[in-house]
T-cell receptor, first 115, second 113 residues
Framework: GENVGLHLPTLSVQEGDNSIINCAYS??????FIWYKQESGKGPQFIID?????DKRQGQRVTVLLNKTVKHLSLQIAATQPGDSAVYFC??????????????FGQGTILTVHP | DAGVTQSPTHLIKTRGQHVTLRCSPI?????VSWYQQVLGQGPQFIFQ???????GRGNFPDRFSARQFPNYSSELNVNALLLGDSALYLC????????????FGPGTRLTVT
């Protein structure tokens, strides 16, 4: 079936290190991917997105990599800070039709940054 | 600019009751989507509305319904509440059309006892 999942449910890093959060997806029809950060008691916060016609996109301290061959998505956070501690979700969407507003979320990875 | 707003913040209901949750999208956004997030899991898609029309429905029972108003705000209604309906209900807005970016509100925490 269609699903978006994460390899690791938890990730602990030291402040200043780089973090890599991974995500696997199974729907080859997916053409849009988003990473969200969710802090306790808050709604998901948009971090960065990427379309399937790209394999890399950079933002401020974050980079998303997309490997369509193996259906793998990753989020890299440079110089991780304690404020980056949160749950990170990948989500996918599929072009076409009318339900473009339907995001399918993965399980989530808990990132803990130690000072 | 104000982001997505939702009300109420928290809500406690008993089994069998009905609940209405409200969402106001980002100014200029015409699409609203609703998600249910059970503790420890990712959000699950419930509905999407664009220009007051339902554009998508997730795998939820008919007890769940929604609508969108001319000002693009939206309501999610849940009838005959079950304990399993306890969750964080999230609203996300997007510009619609060819825009895929969705921005989430803070959610409404519903507890069914």
């Amino acid at each position: 079936g269609e699903n978006v999942g994460l390899h690791l449910p938890t990730l602990s890093v030291q402040e200043g290190d780089n973090s890599i959060i991974n995500c696997a997806y199974s729907n080859s029809a997916s053409d849009y991917f988003i990473w969200y950060k969710q802090e306790s008691g808050k709604g998901p916060q948009f971090i960065i997105d990427i379309r399937s016609n790209m394999d890399k996109r950079q933002g401020q301290r974050v980079t998303v990599l997309l490997n369509k061959t193996v259906k793998h998505l990753s989020l890299q956070i440079a110089a991780t800070q304690p404020g980056d501690s949160a749950v990170y979700f990948c989500a996918e969407n599929r072009a076409g039709g009318t339900s473009y507003g339907k995001l399918t979320f993965g399980q989530g990875t808990i990132l803990t940054v130690h000072p | 600019d104000a982001g997505v707003t939702q009300s109420p913040t928290h809500l406690i209901k008993t089994r069998g009751q009905h609940v209405t949750l409200r969402c106001s999208p980002i100014s200029g956004h015409k699409s609203v989507s609703w998600y249910q997030q059970v503790l420890g899991q990712g959000p699950q898609f419930i509905f999407q509305y664009y220009e007051k029309e339902e554009r998508g429905r997730g795998n939820f029972p008919d007890r769940f319904s929604a609508r969108q108003f001319p000002n693009y705000s939206s309501e999610l209604n849940v009838n005959a509440l079950l304990l399993g309906d306890s969750a964080l209900y999230l609203c996300a807005s997007s510009a619609g059309g060819s825009s895929y970016e969705q921005y989430f509100g803070p959610g409404t925490r519903l507890t069914v006892t």
